[in-house]
């Protein structure tokens, strides 16, 4: 079996080990954000602010900054895209903010304008730097479906650094979050600041995304911010048992897909969302029994 030679192998296991544990990471990331996003509604700003990231990559390669080395070059490239992916997801909070007698359909108009406008920056300065000559442009199969091979024991690092940054947070502010989730009106009555945790909220998934890129690719990173909690709503309805169950089933789909990856030959980040939705689609079974 090919998964037993990746895990056997100190060679091979230099490339699968780094990016299980990287994926450990997100794991804790989405099992605490993602009934968070399902629960407000966001699986589309989630999308947006991972298309978004298309621009902040665009821009990093025309300032010749590398995707897929390391070093400061590397740092300086995902800096640029988390600014330009956090700068979005508050643009987009902002001009989605309810108005008096709110609109329902703001939300979408704002993260559609935004997702447009992004993409349209990132392919702009990409061609721009092929134009210039820049050398080492990044594979578009890299930028929207990730790379295995690319993760490494810093990528590793940053994830669970951020795993704890995110735990924090919310812990910290878990009341404020909790009743801002579930009902925003009385949250505001009182005296939850709801603008403060929307763009709070909004700049971690930002994060979580630009720290996903790598693993699962800019457009499969939004799945680990949805699946997840989608499957655990159809097996619980409480919050406590959510956070639980999603957990287990990042956990469960990264395995799996990782292991289906290596088995097949096909793209990691393909194969974890695929894990996903036949957890979902478990899920949804059992649930109805």
């Known amino acids: 079996m090919n998964t037993l030679e990746y895990v056997l192998d100190p060679a091979l296991r230099g490339v699968f080990l780094p990016a299980f544990v990287a994926g450990l990471g997100l794991v804790v990331c989405t099992a605490l954000l993602s009934p968070l ?15 978004a990231a298309l621009g902040g990559i665009g821009l990093a390669v025309l300032a010749g900054l590398s995707f897929s080395g390391t070093g400061l070059g590397s ?61 080492n442009l ?24 951020l795993a704890v940054v995110v735990a924090g947070v919310l812990w910290w502010g878990r009341r404020s979050v ?16 709801g603008g403060l945790v929307r763009d709070v909220l909004f700049v ?15 457009v499969l ?14 097996l619980s309805a409480r919050l406590g048992p959510v956070v639980v169950l999603s957990a287990a089933v990042s956990f469960v789909s990264l395995v799996g897909g990782l292991v289906l990856s290596m088995e097949m030959d096909l793209p990691p980040g393909a194969c974890v969302v695929a894990a ?13 029994v």
Not at 204 to 218: D, P, R, S, Y
Not at 276 to 288: C, D, H, K, P
């Open 178 to 193: 909790v009743f801002w989730a579930f009902d925003e009106p009385a949250a505001a009555a009182f005296g939850v600041r």
């Open 204 to 218: 971690l998934l930002a994060v979580t995304i630009v720290v996903a890129m790598k693993l699962v690719g800019v």
């Open 75 to 135: 740092v300086g490239f995902y800096g640029v895209v988390l600014a330009f992916c956090v700068g979005a997801s508050l643009l987009i909070a902002r001009m989605s903010a309810r108005r008096e007698g709110g609109r329902s359909d703001e939300a979408d108009t704002s993260i559609g304008i935004v997702l447009v406008a992004a993409m349209a920056v990132g392919v702009i300065a990409l061609q721009l730097a092929h134009a210039r000559g820049v050398r």
């Open 37 to 51: 996003v399902v629960l407000r509604r966001l699986a589309f700003v989630g999308q947006g602010v991972s298309h």
């Open 138 to 161: 990044p594979a578009w199969e890299s930028v929207l479906f990730g790379s295995i091979v690319s993760v490494g024991w810093v990528d590793a690092a940053v994830a669970w650094g």
């Open 221 to 234: 990173a939004t799945a680990l911010l949805v699946a997840p909690a989608a499957a655990a709503l159809r």
């Open 276 to 288: 996903l939705v036949v957890a979902y689609g478990v899920a949804r079974g059992v649930g109805r």
